[in-house]
């Protein structure tokens, strides 16, 4: 609008002096009197009839080019004001000519002696020196640098969905095709936090070869020459994996920030948290990553192999060593909806049978992650998660104070387990052949002498063959080991010692 201001405004200004000259001349007065602003004032008054509707035009077109020009300079200054946002740089053309580089005997050279070795290559006039390969969303990427942003990489977007590639498959562009996958090549500037990206459709060669190789991901080959002013190319065979985890001398890289870290740190836990051969399938739901607060969530569901399952949540939480599992983070998640057309069925793994004495602690494994009550021999009874199941003892996780701890029962001291929606397993007892015949009245057997008898009830320090010494209030002495009770939080936890581990016991008071 301030430009057509500016144009009517002139426009009036020159149409009144064109006409206030014509007046002048044709009465005789001086044309220069007109021509130069508010000279011919004096005249214009005397010769109001002939002069005035005419100056009078020129006044209002000189207003509104003052008044176009205005706002033209409010416009400049509003858009002068504007800062310019910090972000990724992305050009790129449709009609890319190939550069002489990708047809000339150095590229070929250079192929040649990179067939059959690890990947290497240049990136816009730089060494790739630990590339690492990754295939997510159908888009295979060359990346190298260790923060969420790569300091270099180069992106095909082949769509080749990783979980639909069965089969090798191969692929072929020249230079002078223009049907081939577009070509991302990517860097950051020295002194900049953002990278800029080189979009090109055309005039690049490649010669690609993708083939699954197990879960861990697939194996290919690649020779991948670009028509950039840089003459960037890669060459050689390579590993690409389906997830964004970064590898650090062959391992994984626990401390890199990305979702699919925290995915698998989640499953790496949770396979420790099961007996061998019981958790069949983990998948995971969902992950939220919270990077500036260093925390973040997983959401699973597990699937055993007697066939039931679950979803369990874990909070994870950033520390030197990079990301684990939050200790007593876990719960049962978000369970289902139960299905309108199906009966209602008991959300609780169902566990052994009630109906006969328990025999093999490992029956329990189904119930894992469940509540528990433990009765003991003495009548002691321990209510906690079940966490962990081997034949001949099992590990609850028990609420102290404001955290939990874990201990573990020995399989040989309980007589019974119940749960909290009243069933009860009793485990069964030794046989009468099992057990030693009862001593007659008039025998006198010489019994056998235990060790540390006289330091029961009392505090002890206990140091065992590998150098650790641990203090604490000496339980009982049966069973070939010691029972250690050691304050933790409001409660307490019992340690168990095997006596041929024991070096030394002394009490402390």
Do not use: C
Not at 70 to 99: C, H, K
Not at 109 to 115: D, S, T
Not at 293 to 322: C, F, H, I, M, Y
Request: hydrophobic residues 40%; negative net charge.
């Amino acid at each position: 609008m301030a430009d057509w201001l500016v144009v009517v405004g002139v426009s009036m200004a020159v149409m009144a002096t064109v006409g206030l000259i014509r007046q002048a001349a044709w009465r005789g007065h001086s044309l220069v009197l007109f021509v130069l602003p508010v000279a011919g004032l004096q005249q214009v008054q005397e010769n109001w009839e002939a002069y005035g509707r005419l100056a009078l035009l020129r006044v209002a077109g000189l207003v509104i080019t003052l008044a176009g020009l205005g706002l033209m300079y409010v416009d400049y200054r509003e858009n002068a004001t504007i800062p310019l946002m910090p972000g990724q740089v992305v050009s790129g053309g449709a009609d890319i000519t190939s550069s002489p580089f990708v047809r000339s005997s150095e590229a070929a050279l250079l192929m040649a002696r990179g067939e059959g070795h690890p990947l290497t290559g240049r990136l816009h006039g730089t060494d790739l020196k630990t590339p690492q390969v990754t295939l997510v969303n159908g888009v295979l990427t060359v990346h190298q640098g260790d923060g969420v942003l790569p300091e270099l990489s180069v992106s095909l977007l082949l769509n080749w969905p990783a979980e639909a590639i069965r089969e090798r498959r191969t692929l072929l562009v020249s230079p002078w095709e223009e049907q081939g996958p577009e070509v991302h090549l990517s860097w950051t500037p020295a002194g900049q936090q953002y990278p800029e990206t080189r979009i090109i459709r055309n005039g690049y060669r490649l010669d690609l070869a993708l083939a699954p190789r197990d879960r861990s991901g697939f194996s290919g080959t690649i020779q991948l020459v670009l028509p950039d002013e840089k003459n960037s190319y890669l060459v050689g065979d390579f590993t690409a994996r389906p997830n964004h985890l970064r590898y650090r001398d062959g391992k994984v890289d626990a401390a890199f920030d990305h979702p699919d870290t925290l995915a698998w740190v989640a499953e790496q836990y949770l396979q420790t948290q099961f007996p061998a051969g019981v958790l069949q399938n983990v998948e995971v739901e969902n992950v939220t990553l919270r990077r500036a607060a260093g925390e973040g969530r997983v959401e699973v569901r597990l699937t055993r192999s007697d066939g039931g399952g679950g979803r369990r949540q874990l909070g994870l939480e950033k520390n030197p060593v990079g990301w684990a599992v939050t200790p007593g983070s876990m719960t049962g998640g978000r369970q289902p909806s139960p299905e309108p057309s199906r009966p209602p069925e008991s959300a609780e793994p169902r566990g052994p049978d009630t109906s006969e004495p328990l025999t093999d602690l490992l029956a329990l494994a189904p119930l894992t992650g469940t509540e528990l009550t433990v009765r003991e021999s003495s009548g002691r009874e321990r209510t906690g998660v079940l966490t962990r199941v081997a034949s001949d003892r099992l590990w609850l996780r028990l609420a102290l104070g404001a955290g939990n701890a874990e201990i573990a029962v020995d399989g040989a001291h309980i007589d019974s387990l119940g749960s909290h929606d009243g069933r009860r397993w009793q485990v069964a007892t030794p046989s009468v052949a099992d057990t030693p015949s009862a001593v007659a009245p008039g025998d006198d057997p010489v019994a056998p002498e235990v060790p540390y008898q006289a330091l029961l009830g009392r505090q002890v320090r206990v140091t065992t063959g590998d150098g650790k010494t641990q203090e604490g209030r000496l339980q009982a002495v049966e069973g070939g080991r010691i029972t250690l009770t050691v304050p933790v939080g409001a409660g307490t936890v019992e340690y168990f010692h095997a006596l041929p581990d024991i070096v030394s016991m002394e009490a402390v008071r």
